[in-house]
């Protein structure tokens, strides 16, 4: 079967099921129950948070009214104003101006898409979040049935879906990867240079992903097939990098330079940052991967 066919088939469990524009299947795994509530109560945290420096904020506006302005109706209507602020406004606002990430999603690393892999829009960002407020968090609709049929939903669904996400059409997706770093081949010697001085700041994660799975597929794919892919592939790896290669090497090899350079790259900002929370944090330090957790000595 085709990539551009598999992007039609059912998703195998915790496969996000997304397909590059060019019909190369992506790498990414949907957001399953357990990553999505810790992203919740991380989000509820900063929701609690915002919501008493709102109320605070609003006592002090309000203290300065003349006596007898503010009546029982009025206070009402404020307190729905902010209610709606922050299970409503928070969320939708966070995924229009974040890339589809509260803050809770992207201290966990998850990020809301269209089913396509596009970037979410606004309404499916608006629809996502009334119906949770209406039917899942906090339901405002029978609570516990909701909730239950929720969770039904959430453990059924082969990429981990709420009610939400199958009104809008979206889908939660791990931005991180799950497995270590795959090997990638080495760069031309003669491209080193060229590879060392790139801007890679407009290569999008998408299209990075792409062409990392053209380069683990090449041999599957027959030619001209193969050659027109990575020609295509190229041309959009092109435009979103500088300075320009030398020439006189095929599109394949441009591609294995500028994926290992971003690989390189990426391994090195990843060691930093593991440095310094073991600096900040001894107690997280990460077991040593060639002695996991339970192996017998």
Known sequence: MSTAARAWAAPNWGDAGLVSGEGVELDVRAARIGSRALALLLDVLVQLVAGLLLAALTGLVLAALPYGVLDAAMERALLTVGLVLLLVGYPVLCEQFNDGRTP???????????????????????????????????????????????????????????????????????????????????????????????????????????????????????????????????????????????DGQPEVTYLTAVMTERHRRARRLLAGERTLTEALWPQLRSVPPDDPPGRST
């Open 104 to 246: 809770g999603k992207a201290a966990v690393g998850l990020r809301v898409v269209s089913l396509d892999g596009a970037p979410v829009g606004f309404r499916q960002s608006l629809t996502r979040a009334l119906v949770g407020v209406a039917v899942e968090w906090p339901g405002l609709v029978l609570p516990l049935l909701s909730w239950a049929v929720g969770l039904t939903v959430m453990l059924s669904d082969t990429r981990g879906r709420r009610l939400g996400d199958l009104a809008a059409g979206t889908l939660v997706v791990h931005t991180r990867p799950a497995t270590r770093w795959r090997p990638v081949p080495a760069v031309a010697p003669e491209l080193t240079g060229w590879a060392s001085s790139l801007d890679l700041s407009r290569l999008d994660g998408e299209l990075a992903l792409a062409v990392r799975q053209y380069l683990a597929r090449a041999d599957d794919f027959s030619q001209p097939a193969r050659d027109e892919l990575a020609r295509l592939l190229w041309r959009q790896v092109a435009a979103a990098t500088c300075p320009p290669p030398p």
